[in-house]
């Protein structure tokens, strides 16, 4: 019995084949002989292969009595085995055509594996009756480059745990029901998962990955994963997965030297070995890797419901020196540092998403200046639709971290961003990389006091919210986590008990509920008239003013923010349109853990042109806060 066609074999060696789940792995059969007893139908790519077999619970780990037979020249081995059923592990026995080799392999197309230390894949199907409907037909709306999207990043083995049952983490379901009330609650849009693909070193957060296809086993079955994101889509609230398609481990059960060759890496380390992660480096050059990658990607958009794949270290994947000194790398055709290759790959990566699922985001994780990453690819772009801003995140985090009084000799760390803010679609990240490692979290980064530190943060989290671009934001930053993220560990919930983190998270529900319902912080994020300075250069008071237009003037926001312990009363800020400019958000009110310094509901605007507007109001600036004004629509006067 056999499910690859010619069809298949031509696209997969052509490098164009995008479903590669649907024929390579364990897939249950029927055979179609009267009386003949149901199996699975195995397949694998071992093309240097002498001999491979199939070997696991229902043969009693036989590696000789299940062979697999190659196709043509394809490198395909593919065979029927009788018996084998849902829920039994299995590897694959490769016998190389190299130096007697031989190796027990995982399925690199396995949509399950035994639960780590294990190694096996588990023969099982992907039936699930899905109830996001309806989210699936307005998804478009929800993820479309105009809609505010803040997200909410997670690492669901470390969200939360059960301390008195020794510190287990939650199963997909338990979370489900939590992670849906609380984001929910909180008004984010998006939660973003640290890679749910399997991974055998659970330290690596995901990011070494064996299974592109299965989910991690830890929190339980795929169908438990689905539920999650259904239960998720349900509550209204979008899921992007991490992909990591630049790097892999080198555990001998996985990819790596697969069969006595070098299949899925190159065979030369300075192109095949990333030296600062000691991992595997995907070769994009070849035919039959795309068309894996490709499919894995796929993969996650088709089964799992996903709305968007943000992707690992996209510049790792694009320069050829990445992580490394002169002579440690080689050169391109042309003699540059561009990995050519990985190039075409993203780009026909990026095509085939849009293509195929026009209402989902591609999310480049990009850390350099390469040109055009959220361009599209006829353009000459790469063809994601968004890319991390980490400028921003460092920039703004070095200056949070100085002491106020030295802030304005470094003013331009804040303003350097709108140079080039409308060069991509940026996302706004503070992300998991930022709580880790002896970064301290950003609470701990920030300068002062306890109450210093409080009202900083929460300012930082305006400002996130305030500039153009979408945002983030990794779980415990939200309430103001006091321990660098441990992934070993719950975040400490008991630090809700305390007022100021309380406040902290009052704060971020009220500014995701204010993004969600003022078009002017998404609307125009990517056009050049979304944004405007008001006062950019004021850096010896440490002020910042600036407007947001969505499409209607009546939509437009006035924001202030004040990076200094010292309160700024009367001070003048530039405004389009007279009336009374109700203050609809402010940080430091006592709600939030703040002194409560504010406008007594607004300012009404004076006839007084300043900085290129035709009117403005006097406003009194909270220490180490940021305050929105809106225009009050006149009332109608009775008839």
């Known amino acids: ?198 991974h055998p070193f659970y330290g690596s957060w995901g990011y070494q990955v064996t299974g592109f296809f299965a989910p991690t086993s830890r929190y339980g079955t795929p169908q438990d994963l689905m539920f999650l994101i259904d239960s998720l889509h349900q509550a209204g609230i979008g899921v992007l997965l991490d992909w990591v398609p630049s790097h892999f481990p080198a555990d001998g059960h996985g990819l790596g030297y697969f069969d006595g060759t070098h299949l899925y890496e190159h065979r030369d380390p300075r192109q095949g070995f990333h030296p600062e992660w000691n991992s595997l480096l995907f070769n994009y050059g070849r035919n039959e890797v ?126 350097f961003r709108m140079m080039y803010a409308r060069t991509e679609n940026f996302v706004l990240a503070l992300s998991h990389d930022e709580v880790v490692h002896l970064k301290r979290t950003l609470l701990g980064k920030m300068a002062g006091d306890l109450w210093q530190k409080c009202a900083s943060l929460r300012l930082l989290f305006g400002y996130l919210f305030a500039q153009p671009g979408k945002k983030l934001v990794f779980m415990g930053g939200e309430f103001g986590q006091l321990a660098e993220w441990n992934h070993d560990m719950s975040l400490d919930w008991h630090l809700l008990e305390r007022p100021e983190h309380a406040g902290i998270l009052r704060c971020m529900r009220d500014l995701n509920h204010l993004y969600r319902s003022e078009p002017a912080l998404s609307v125009r994020d990517f056009e050049d008239d979304g944004f405007a300075w008001l006062e950019p250069d004021d850096a010896d008071h440490s002020v910042l003013t600036f407007l947001r237009r969505g499409n209607d003037p009546a939509q437009t926001l006035v924001i202030g923010c004040n990076f200094t312990p010292v309160p700024r009363p009367e001070y003048r800020i530039s405004v389009p349109a007279p009336g009374f400019w109700h203050e609809v958000h402010n940080s430091d009110a006592t709600l939030y853990g703040g002194s409560g310094l504010g406008n007594l509901g607004g300012v009404a605007a004076r006839p007084e042109p300043h900085n290129g507007q035709p009117y403005s109001i006097l406003a009194l600036l909270p220490p180490l806060a940021m305050v929105v004004f809106k225009l009050r629509p006149a009332v109608p006067s009775p008839p």
């Open 1 to 198: 019995m056999q499910l690859l066609t010619d069809h298949d074999l031509h696209l997969f060696n052509e490098g164009r084949h995008l479903r590669l789940y649907q024929k390579l792995g364990a897939h249950l059969a029927q055979p179609t002989e009267a009386g003949a007893a149901p199996g699975c139908v195995f397949s694998v790519w071992a093309p240097n292969a002498r001999s491979v077999s199939v070997m696991g619970d229902f043969n009693g780990w036989n590696p000789d009595n299940c062979p697999l037979t190659l196709r043509g020249q394809s490198g395909l081995w593919e065979g029927f085995v009788a018996g084998a059923c849902l829920g039994q592990r299995y590897v694959y026995r490769v016998n190389s055509r190299f130096a007697d080799y031989w190796v027990d392999k995982a399925d690199p197309l396995a949509v399950y594996a035994e639960v780590a230390p294990g190694k096996a894949s588990v023969i099982w199907d992907l039936d699930y009756t899905w109830g996001d409907g309806q989210w699936m037909a307005d998804r478009k709306a929800r993820n479309a480059l105009t809609a505010p999207m803040s997200i909410y990043e997670v690492h669901l083995g470390s969200w939360m745990r059960v301390p008195e049952e020794d510190n287990r983490w939650l199963s997909y379901r338990e979370l489900a029901p939590r992670l849906c009330e609380y984001v929910r609650k909180l008004g984010f849009t998006h939660v973003e998962l640290l890679p749910v693909m399997e």
């Open 290 to 415: 795309r068309s894996f990658l490709y499919s894995s990607a796929m993969f996650w958009l088709d089964c799992y419901h996903v709305d968007g794949l943000r992707v690992d270290a996209v510049a790792s994947m694009l320069y050829l020196d990445y992580a490394r000194q002169p002579g440690e790398w080689i050169p391109n055709a042309l003699g540059g540092r561009e990995n050519l290759d990985a190039v075409h790959f993203l780009r026909t990566l990026n095509e085939e998403v849009y293509r195929a699922y026009p209402d989902v985001q591609t999310i480049a994780e990009e850390s350099t200046s390469w040109p055009m990453v959220t361009r599209p690819t006829a353009s000459g772009g790469l063809g994601f639709g968004l890319k991390w801003d980490m400028g921003w995140m460092h920039d703004t985090r070095d200056y949070l971290a100085r002491d106020p009084i030295h802030r304005k000799h470094h003013h331009a760390e804040l303003t």
